[in-house]
């Protein structure tokens, strides 16, 4: 229940959040210019890289393991945008 309690606030938060990018990036050269390349790098590092950073800095519990979610999910939300 936990994974999926998880999984659906991580897919809500990036939808809210990776929508607000994508508007704004569509709307400012500037924000998408910075954007591409942040998308480029998250789209290409794999899921479990994204863990290593985020345990430094947070205990392993739910919010590293939503931070580590959003990471991986929030490139399509702003793309699709």
């Known amino acids: ?5 998880l ?8 939808l809210a959040i990776g929508g607000a990018l994508g508007i704004w990036a569509a709307h400012s050269d500037m924000v998408s210019r910075v954007l591409r390349p942040v ?3 998250l789209q290409t590092i794999p899921q ?6 985020v345990l430094m800095f947070f205990k392993v519990g ?3 393991a939503l931070i580590a979610i959003m990471l991986y ?9």
Request: with cysteine.
């Open 62 to 64: 739910e919010l590293t």
């Open 48 to 53: 479990f890289v994204f863990l290593i950073p």
């Open 73 to 81: 999910a929030i490139v399509p939300p702003i793309r699709y945008t």
């Open 1 to 5: 229940m936990q994974s999926a309690y």
């Open 39 to 41: 998308q480029d790098a």
């Open 7 to 14: 999984c659906g606030l991580a897919v809500l938060l990036c």
